[in-house]
């Protein structure tokens, strides 16, 4: 079931086939395409926001590509909508306004890996997994690992500041961007940041650009900051019989000063999704905590410093006896198994009802319990069916509504809304990692207050003073949810 639109300025007609024969002349016939088939592939992304089909899509091959577009659609008065995988689950790549879709999926390259200073340099098209890949073959490390990172793309990532399970140690898509080329509306060029590990001369306009959704600027280019790799990783995986138990593992894990790269959290629906992908998990089970510490020793031999954060990980998860089990996954082949479930879970999930959306709320970590016990509140209260899992090292919890019958969408908007409103004042937020986009730019005002969404709107306006570039995406319009 999808999200109607938001009420944003359509483009004329006459102003459509003007841009697109400017387009077709200055950049090619073979990188604008207005057919049909390619026009639906770019009107939705994995959310549930419902756009306009797009009138034309740009296929950018570089800079230029991106530059001539911007520069002839802002001419024009054409709305554009940035593009990279279309993976983004909150609506940012959906063109709620019609207009061109600027698909960057063939800006692909990876311009630079530099092993002395620990940078890479890559055009926005090039998939997370592919990077991964690239710098790992170089004994590097790129952390943020969005667990869709076999087909989202950098530029898509850097425009939602990404995270993943790995944020717990490592950090968000932010800690890793030193500098952005990006192209503004009508055409100009702007090179923002660095290459070097310290510098502060200016405003941070590279961390303004991150998470920005498409809304300020399109990226041409991507400077990263890398790692030297991890040497030894371990897996371990913790059941318990009720998610409180899980939950208040966790925040033992933190107490103790404990720091896995990853901790995640599955309840018992989520159990049951990955039971039913064939993957056999003890059905005494009613919550899982999937945990992943690593080391990098110098030398390259053993490290006892994982030997000895295993145990205290093991001896935390256990305590109180409230685990069913603690096992260590016993080699690559299980861990990796682990982790093909933990990826496939929001696959999984959607098999369980016709319908269902995932909101990505986080909270202060020390109150994951109360986050818990309020989404199973507002649920219970509108009568709707729900599971919870993600990131619970960070706090940052995606709480699924299912529903199968369209009459229940009331109630479904009603417990979204309860969800959002305990999340602040819970002291936490609407979105860790999926952005606002479309889908929760009716909720922006229960968290920001009126000055500060018209500030970030002034901003809005120097970079794109036409409104053109992704417009209807963040803040609050005529959006209804439908
Ligand atoms: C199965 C699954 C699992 C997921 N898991 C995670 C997760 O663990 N962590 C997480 O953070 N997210 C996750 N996501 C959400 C999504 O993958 C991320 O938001 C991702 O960063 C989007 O990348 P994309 O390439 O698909 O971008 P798109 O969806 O194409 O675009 C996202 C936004 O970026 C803008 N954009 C795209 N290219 C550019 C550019 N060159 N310049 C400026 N703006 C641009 C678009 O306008 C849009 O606003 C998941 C999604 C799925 C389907």
């Given amino acids: 079931m999808l999200i109607a639109p938001p009420e944003v300025r359509l483009p004329t007609r006459d102003a459509v086939e003007r841009a697109v ?58 709305p554009v909508t940035p593009r990279a995988a279309g993976t983004g689950r909150t609506g940012g790549a959906v063109p ?60 898509g990532n850097v425009a939602e500041n990404a995270g993943g399970p790995r944020a717990f140690k490592y950090g968000v898509t932010r800690d890793y961007v030193l500098g952005l080329e990006a192209c503004l509306m009508g055409g100009r060029v702007l090179r923002t940041g660095r290459r070097t590990i310290k510098g502060v001369t ?13 809304t300020l600027g399109v990226f041409t280019e991507i400077a990263l900051r890398l790692v030297h790799a991890p040497t030894e990783i371990a897996t371990v995986l913790a059941l318990y019989s009720d998610v409180a138990a899980a939950a208040a593992a966790v925040t033992r894990v933190i107490a103790r000063g404990l720091v896995p790269r990853c901790l995640e959290l599955m309840d018992a629906w989520s159990l049951e999704a990955i039971r039913r992908q ?23 031999g053993g490290s006892a410093s994982l030997d000895a954060t295993l145990e205290a990980l093991g001896e935390t998860l256990s305590e ?23 990826r496939m879970l929001s696959m999984a999930t959607r098999k369980l009802a016709k319908y269902k959306l995932s909101e990505d709320v986080v909270v202060p970590r020390s109150r994951l319990v109360a986050l818990l016990d309020e989404a199973a509140r507002v649920c219970e209260r509108e009568g709707v069916r729900h599971l ?21 969408r009331p109630a479904v908007d009603r417990a979204i809304e ?52 992704n417009p209807g995406k963040i803040f609050p319009t005529g959006h209804r949810a439908c």
């Fill in 388 to 408: 919870t899992y993600g990131h619970a090292g960070d706090g940052n919890m995606h709480v699924n509504f299912l529903w199968d019958d369209d009459g229940e």
């Fill in 320 to 342: 109180g006896g409230h685990a069913i089990d603690v096992v260590a996954a016993q080699d690559e082949a299980q861990r990796a198994r682990l982790w093909e479930a933990r």
């Fill in 96 to 155: 709620v306004a019609g207009g061109v879709v600027l698909a960057t999926q063939g800006m692909a390259s990876i311009v630079d890996i530099d092993r002395h200073d620990l940078v890479a340099v890559v055009q926005p098209g090039v998939v997370t997994g592919a990077l991964h890949a690239a710098v790992e073959a170089e004994g590097l490390f790129y952390p943020p690992d969005p667990n869709s990172l076999s087909s989202c793309m950098i530029g």
């Fill in 21 to 78: 024969r400017e387009l077709d002349r200055r950049l090619g016939p073979s990188k604008v395409d207005v057919s049909e088939a390619r026009r639906e592939a770019h009107a939705r992304d994995d959310s549930a926001a419902a756009g306009r089909l797009p009138d034309a899509v740009v296929l950018a091959e570089g800079r230029d590509d991106v530059r001539v577009a911007l520069e002839v659609c802002e001419k024009h008065a054409v």
């Fill in 278 to 300: 064939g993957v056999s998990i003890d059905l005494r089970a009613s919550a899982m905590l999937l945990v992943e510490v690593d080391a990098r020793s110098a030398g390259g």
């Fill in 202 to 214: 200016g405003y941070d306009v590279t961390s303004l650009l991150v998470g920005s959704e498409g």
């Fill in 418 to 469: 309860g969800l959002m409103r305990a999340t602040v004042e819970l002291g936490g937020t609407l979105s860790g990692e999926h952005g606002i986009g479309v889908s929760k730019a009716a909720y922006l005002p229960l968290e920001q207050g009126p000055e500060l969404i018209g500030l970030q709107q002034d901003l809005k306006r120097v970079f794109d003073p036409s409104g053109l570039l």
